[in-house]
C-alpha cells in the first residue's frame, strides 16, 4: 500500500529557481525519507529526517517534517537542470518502505 | 556504505518463459530484504518481504507462485517471474535495508 500523496504531481520550474515538494502520510512514523529517481533509472537515497526532528539540511536540500499533520516537504534551492528527477518520500515500516506516489521536477535552463 | 547489487539490470523476455533477477548484498549480511515494483509513470510498491531461510511474506494482491522468492543465503535472494505475460513488464527493485537499493531491473515481455 501507498503511505500518502505527494503535492504536486509535477512541477517545472526555471534554473535558479527553488523547488518545493509536499508529502503526507497515514501512519505514525520513526522516520521519513526523501529518494530522487532519474528516469528509468535507481534510487538514490537524499536525506532521511528522524520523528523527532523538525527540519534538516544537506546541500541545497532542506527537509521539514511535522508529525502533528503528518506532513513534509523538500525543498530544493537554486535549482539545476541535473535536479531534473522524479522525488519521493517514503516511510519505513520495519524496514520495509512505503513510498509516497512522487513528484515529478522537471527543471529547463 | 552497504552495496547491493542487482542482476540483470534489463532483461526481455517472451510470454510464458520466467526471469530471475538476483539481489546481492556485497558487504553485508541481509537475514531481510525487499522486493518493490513501479510501473511506469506510477510509485514503488513493495510486492514482498524476503526472509532468509523460510517463506517470503508477500504483499496483498501479490501473486505467490507468480513471483517466486528464494532467499537462501545471507547475500542473495532471488525473485522468479513465472509464466511472464507482457502485464507483468515492469521495473524491479530490490532493497536489502533502508535506503540501500539494487540498480533495479527494467522487465520486459514481448
Known amino acids: 500500500s501507498q503511505q500518502g500523496e505527494e503535492d504536486p504531481q509535477a512541477l517545472s520550474i526555471q534554473e535558479g529557481e527553488n523547488a518545493t515538494m509536499n508529502c503526507s502520510y497515514k501512519t505514525s512514523i520513526n522516520n521519513l525519507q526523501w529518494y530522487r529517481q532519474n528516469s528509468g533509472r535507481g534510487l538514490v537515497h537524499l536525506i532521511l529526517i528522524r520523528s523527532n526532528e523538525r527540519e534538516k539540511h544537506s546541500g541545497r536540500l532542506r527537509v521539514t517534517l511535522d508529525t502533528s499533520k503528518k506532513s513534509s516537504s523538500l525543498l530544493i534551492t537554486a535549482s539545476r537542470a541535473a535536479d531534473t528527477a522524479s522525488y519521493f518520500c517514503?516511510?519505513?515500516?520495519?524496514?520495509?518502505?512505503?513510498f509516497g506516489k512522487g513528484t515529478t521536477l522537471s527543471v529547463s535552463s | 556504505g552497504a552495496v547491493v547489487s542487482q542482476h540483470p539490470s534489463w532483461v526481455i523476455c517472451k510470454s510464458g518463459t520466467s526471469v530471475k533477477i538476483e539481489c546481492r548484498s556485497l558487504?553485508?549480511?541481509?537475514?531481510?530484504m525487499f522486493w518493490y515494483r513501479q510501473f511506469p509513470k506510477q510509485s514503488l510498491m513493495l510486492m514482498a518481504t524476503s526472509n532468509e531461510g523460510s517463506k517470503a511474506t508477500y504483499e496483498q494482491g501479490v501473486e505467490k507462485d507468480k513471483f517466486l522468492i528464494n532467499h537462501a543465503s545471507l547475500t542473495l535472494s532471488t525473485l522468479t517471474v513465472t509464466s511472464a505475460h507482457p502485464e507483468d513488464s515492469s521495473f524491479y527493485i530490490c532493497s536489502a535495508r533502508p535506503a540501500f537499493f539494487g540498480q533495479g531491473t527494467r522487465l520486459t515481455v514481448v
Open positions: 517514503a516511510t519505513d515500516d520495519e524496514g520495509a518502505l512505503i
Open positions: 558487504d553485508f549480511q541481509a537475514t531481510t
